[in-house]
């Protein structure tokens, strides 16, 4: 399943199935599970572990060096979990010393070309990152958010679940889940309705976050009063719990 132009080295470790495209070069120190796809002229290096069933295309730069010029080579690695998706061109870095030393994507994500992961951030699942997105080291995208076409967002950004950044928004503030945001800089837009549908929430619950969304940010209230407010509704709104856990959890501050 290794194409006679491609390049493996012997510290590579391969699992079964694994298929590796014409002219991809794999490094020592790389793990790839059972069942992915490295397609032609990818480059995949560094302390760097893929699992099982991911597709990546050609071209695509995995696991270098991270882009940060403290870098003095101190190890650190890049690990991808499963079935994921990942298009021409992008680029996905390890981590630093800085930080956990780990830049880490979960599972099922959907990452399209010219996508750029730096160094230490961490992805969950089932995410979609559109053609350019870019996002800076230390970022952090909770689960099923999608991020618009060049998008990007500023070091130490956090983005919540099912989130929704619209096409060239400029995040330098965090993104609280359910919430939709665009603009440069980008602001909040509401709640994002259509992509809770998609995931199985009630109209309902679609209702009680759009309420915790309007206490939030057209109450007039302080942040501190509001979440207290929407807190009080915890016990009969669960749902809300991702939403005010995203938002004690910012450490830039919230979109607002």
Known sequence: MIHPTAIVDPGAELGSGVQVGPYAVIGSGVQIDDGSSIGAHAVICGATSIGKENRIFHFASIGEDPQDKKYKGEPTRLVIGDRNTIREFCT????????????????????????????????????????????????????????GGFAGAHQYCQIGSYAFLGMYSGLTRDVPSYCMVSGRPAVP????????????????????????YRTLYRSGLKLQEALEQIESDLARQPELEEFVTSIRASSRSIVR
């Open 189 to 212: 837009k509401g709640v994002n309705a259509e992509g809770l549908r998609r995931h199985g929430f009630t109209a309902e619950q679609i209702r009680n976050i759009r309420r915790a």
């Open 92 to 147: 996905l870095n390890r981590g630093t010393s800085k930080d956990q030393g780990i830049t880490r994507i979960g599972d099922d994500n959907w990452i399209m070309a010219y996508v750029h992961v730096a160094h230490d951030c961490q992805i969950g699942n089932d995410n979609v990152l559109a053609n350019n997105t870019t996002l800076a080291g230390h970022v952090r995208v909770g689960h099923h958010s999608v991020l």
